[in-house]
């Protein structure tokens, strides 16, 4: 049972648009900020978005992130088949830990 | 390019312990908070602690699972980080990962390594 609540699996077509949500608490969401992460399998987890809508270095534009309260949600623009990935959100907790959401599994059709 | 190599993964018997080992480069170490997280099979991403940098005292947290079980250190003159795990248990079988907070950027993890498998099974 995860922290942070992702639904399992999204999907859509190629160029279409997709987005992942991800909710929390007052613990984690609602007091620090939010990043996400794609995890295709065999390979390192990489990260995508940070500080809820901010893009590290040689992440496309297609990828943003918001958040709103205890929630945040990841968009990915114009899809493509490589984008077929695991996709996890992250945030710190009061708890001093850090915490993931369960994971979403994204089909491109 | 930041690189993050773990070693040291096998299988070990139930109530065993193994040591894991990171090598890092491409940023500078002594200022990142480092870290494991792991991927049991067929399950999500599961953080399983840190340490912060020597400016942060070098503390430790970890995720309830582990504590007391895991402990996390670091050799900066190595740029190399550690995991000692004890009294290993079947749940505690996956991947194991590296993975590294920089000051330069705001999330847990900024990085990830390839990961090491461990399997823990009789």
């Known amino acids: 049972q995860s922290v942070l609540t992702q639904p399992p699996s999204v999907s859509a077509a190629p160029g279409q648009k997709v987005t992942i949500s991800c909710s929390g608490s007052s613990s984690n969401i609602g007091y620090y900020s939010v990043s996400w992460c794609q995890h295709l399998p065999g390979t390192a987890p990489k990260l995508l978005i940070y500080e809820n809508y901010k893009r590290p270095s040689g992440i496309p534009d297609r990828f943003s992130g918001s958040k709103s309260g205890t929630s945040a949600t990841l968009a990915i623009t114009g899809l493509q088949t490589g984008d077929e990935a695991d996709y996890y959100c992250v945030a710190w907790d009061r708890s001093l830990t850090v915490v993931f959401g369960g994971g979403t599994k994204l089909t491109v059709l | 390019e930041v690189q993050l190599v773990e070693s040291g993964g096998g299988l070990v018997k139930p109530g065993g312990s193994l040591r894991l080992s990171c090598a890092a480069s491409g940023f500078t170490f002594i200022n990142a908070w480092v870290g494991w997280g792991r991927q049991a099979p067929g399950k999500g991403l599961e953080w399983i602690g840190h340490i912060k940098s020597r400016d942060g005292g070098e503390a430790t947290d970890y995720a309830a699972p582990v504590k007391g079980r895991f402990t996390i250190s670091r050799d900066d003159s190595k740029n190399t980080l550690y995991l000692q795990m004890d009294s290993l248990e079947t749940e505690d079988t996956g991947v194991y990962y590296c993975?590294?907070?920089?000051?330069?950027?705001?999330?847990?993890?900024?990085?990830w390594g390839q990961g090491t498998l461990v399997t823990v099974s009789s």
């Open positions: 993975t590294a907070d920089v000051p330069t950027l705001g999330a847990p993890i900024d990085y």
